[in-house]
């Protein structure tokens, strides 16, 4: 049920499905030197918390594919440089620092001596991050699945899917695993401004593989669980601290606080990957602030007046209290969460 | 403290600010034939429940003005069939029927039984319905004021300003009045897809005024609640039923759970005319449903996958448990709504 390919190591040359350009146009980004991996996560072009994992780990090898260091300190000391640019290309999804540790490690003790074998361990540490991920959006695909009822209706916000991962998705994996298991699953997408995810990347995704979508803008949300339109609801994740409180897309609290509300289950999708158990809570987050152009300029047209002040966080912390359960590859976290992560965390 | 003229009759034309062209440009659509009213009005040139009806009454003279009935009998005929037409212009703001039936009214029995007198009558009719919506909107503005203190910041959805009225607003006109008072209050706008009234209308309005505003993406109001950035929300209303629950732009009902959770005072700010004593709930509010090209399509691009179903209703209805009081021009109603909106039916 994947979609498309989101991320691609050929050749020495990483090549990432340029997400700014959909739905309107399909174009692969070819990055031949890690910079321009820097600047895809950067500017979005590769987005959603796995994936901008994946894409590091690609970047790190990349550079050191490329590295005309001539001993394995020196291959190192690259890794190092390589490794601190891409840790500023975006602060809140812990994904990327998960990745870019896994390959430091590999950077401080792998290889069996040259650079060259250092290079190629380096790679396949990459391609296994990736490879990993696609079998952990099928597990929590099955894992979901089970939460949902036949004919059952989602609502989803930003995009959580095939385009946010290595794989088939983590919130979108569960309604592509339901659907295989013929339940017949619609779903609700918010638009999700100011990116416009839930209209670019998630009506387009869910409609690539059949399923049946209607688009919405953020604010009909709590007219679509006031009238219960919507069975649950289902969203990603770019940090979850050890209590379960949740980092993801800007609006999720407002939907976890409405589903609350209206007594309707509102689910996490989100690989281990996700967590980081190094936090207490959620207010340790950092919370990334986008520039006010997204928000003021829409394709080319002002539509606000001219030095309009603009507030845009990009993501915003839902507590815990509002989680009915976390849906992960190793299942499905239920609260109290301080037990169910504390396995969780414990899992091999 | 108007920043702009919204509507204007000038020699047998109805001048009607194009609302569509702002913030980019000021144009006034001349009107000399009452479809083009009714044009403007479903088109939303001219929009916000008090403009609404404002527009409609207008719509009504201008037609009488140019009518070549011979009689009387005539005229009236030529009325109704304006009437008509104009109540099918939008279904939800009540203001609209309201201003209808007070220009029915003049029709069935003003005049001195010549067509010029009556057709002088029915204009002087809009004018005064005009006039009347200047001083309402005052005194919302002064009887909102005081619930604002020094310094306090206010958080709006949609446009519920000058520009949704012939006078000075009903939201912001609090907004306006308390900072005439010297309250140096400012303004949380929530840009409101899908047609950013709050973008292009609200904060170009405010910063016409000199109003410290701050543009949000809708979803992002529920940060701006919970880390206590706004002391209150102020919204207006498209129609308010006699128990209190209120129809005003989608998203507003999001604004006033939100606001319930964080303990956040929420406030409407509406003139009588806007409530419609018929329906005992809110249930019974008729609903537009906008189209598709609205969401999908953002100024010229197409941002969903062609054929992408779209669900978009233009309104929402807040359960009046979950508002504070309603500011209207003869004072604050407070909960329960039941005995202070029975007295505010009998304000003369």
Redesign the interface.
Known sequence: VIPVKTIEWRAGEVRILDQRAL??RKVYLRCSHYREVVEAIRTLAARGAPLIGITAAYGVALAAWHSRARDVPGLRDDVRRVVGALERARPTAVNLFWALRRMERVAATGGSGSVASLRERLLREALGIHDEDRSTCAAIGRNGAKLLRRGATVLTHCNAGALATGGMGTALAVIYAANQAGKGVRV?A?????L?QG??LT??EL?QCGVD????????????L?ER?ADCVIVGADRIAANGDTANK??T??LA??AR?YGIPFYVAAPRSTFDFSLRGGEAIPIEERSAEE??C????????F???????AF?ITPARYISGIITEHGVALPPFAGSLRKLRQEP
Do not use: F
Not at 190 to 194: A, L, N
Not at 213 to 223: G, K
């Open positions: 739905p309107g609700y918010d638009e999700t401004r100011p416009l209209a670019r009506a387009w409609r979508v209607t688009l919405i803008c953020d604010s009909v949300a709590a007219s679509v006031r339109r800007v609006g609290l407002g606080v409405l509300e928000v003021v829409l394709y080319g047209t002002r539509v606000a007046p030095g309009t002040r603009v507030y845009s966080p915003d």
